[in-house]
T-cell receptor, first 117, second 115 residues
Framework: AQTVTQSQPEMSVQEAETVTLSCTYD???????LFWYKQPPSRQMILVIR??????QNATENRFSVNFQKAAKSFSLKISDSQLGDAAMYFC??????????????FGQGTTLQVKP | DTAVSQTPKYLVTQMGNDKSIKCEQN?????MYWYKQDSKKFLKIMFS???????INETVPNRFSPKSPDKAHLNLHINSLELGDSAVYFC??????????????FGAGTRLSVL
């Protein structure tokens, strides 16, 4: 069974600085998807960024980028130029790919990010 | 227009009661999910339906019964509520595997408090 681990329960960053959130996962599959979701205090789950395992290039979305290391099974999220609105809980998630997969997301435990003004 | 909408947003009830949470998506997706987020914020899949057919049931007590009247709706009915059922329940939907971007879109969640 696949597992996702976020080893940092809490992180803190100064406004305008850069922060990296860690995520590792375990799987025997070769093709899958990885996601970072943001959950602000409003509790809405918002997709931040998505990575397909067969793509070597790291995904980027504006100030958000990932460092995807397939061999190491690592998927970290880098937030550049942190803003107060980035304060939230961040979840790393795994989804299998391929025929017959149920499409369910497997989540890590989450990392609470505090942004200091 | 809200893509995935859940009602109610908050639900406070007594132990032993039966309650339902409704979910509707207007994205034209075939697959819908229920996730539970516990008091430690851990998110876990409960059920998934594809075209009204149950495809995931993750060892959830049979007091929980999902119902999908059509592919745009997936409701969650809970019988004989227990204190441990207190949590936030999220509905989500996604396009069929291999189509679209394989992204799950979440509703705003329903906070259930059992007293």
């Amino acid at each position: 069974a696949q597992t996702v681990t976020q080893s940092q329960p809490e992180m803190s960053v100064q406004e305008a600085e850069t922060v990296t959130l860690s995520c590792t996962y375990d799987t025997s599959e070769s093709d899958y998807y990885l996601f970072w979701y943001k959950q602000p205090p409003s509790r809405q789950m918002i997709l931040v960024i998505r990575q397909e395992a067969y793509k070597q290039q790291n995904a980027t979305e504006n100030r958000f980028s990932v460092n995807f290391q397939k061999a190491a099974k690592s998927f970290s999220l880098k937030i550049s130029d942190s803003q107060l609105g980035d304060a939230a809980m961040y979840f790393c998630a795994y989804r299998s790919h391929g025929s017959g997969n149920t499409g369910k997301l497997i989540f890590g435990q989450g990392t609470t990010l505090q942004v200091k003004p | 227009d809200t893509a995935v909408s859940q009602t109610p947003k908050y639900l406070v009830t007594q132990m032993g009661n039966d309650k339902s949470i409704k979910c509707e998506q207007n994205l034209g997706h075939d697959t819908m999910y229920w996730y539970k987020q516990d008091s430690k914020k851990f998110l876990k899949i409960m059920f998934s339906y594809n075209n009204k057919e149950l495809i995931i049931n993750e060892t959830v007590p049979n007091r929980f019964s999902p119902k999908s009247p059509d592919k745009a709706h997936l409701n969650l009915h809970i019988n004989s509520l227990e204190l441990g059922d207190s949590a936030v329940y999220f509905c989500a939907s996604s396009p069929p595997t291999g189509q679209g971007e394989n992204i799950q879109y979440f509703g705003a969640g329903t906070r259930l408090s059992v007293l």
